[in-house]
């Protein structure tokens, strides 16, 4: 996941829980994914929210990024 290329562990984890945050996850994660510092990675992790945050879905578009992952328990 890191962004030097090597395929190297990232530097920093910045781990998010998503549950009822459905009006705010969008701007959250952008914030984070505009960080100025390269080497970090960004997990997801999805509690099942009663709203509609599923991470996974709030995270479609920036998927493209290799620094974003997601994770359900």
Do not use: N
């Not at 998010?16 to 997801?44: N, W």
């Not at 996974?56 to 920036?62: D, F, G, N, R, T």
Request: negative net charge; hydrophobic residues 35%; glycine residues 8%.
């Amino acid at each position: 996941m890191s962004e030097t290329g090597t395929g190297a562990v990232p530097r920093f984890s910045i781990v998010v829980p998503v549950y009822k945050v459905q009006g705010f996850l969008r701007e959250c994660m952008d914030s984070v994914l505009t960080q100025d510092h390269p080497d970090f990675e960004l997990i997801a992790v999805d509690g099942c929210s009663p709203d509609r945050s599923g991470a996974k879905k709030q995270l479609a578009e920036p998927a493209g990024s290799r620094r974003v992952s997601t994770t359900s328990y």
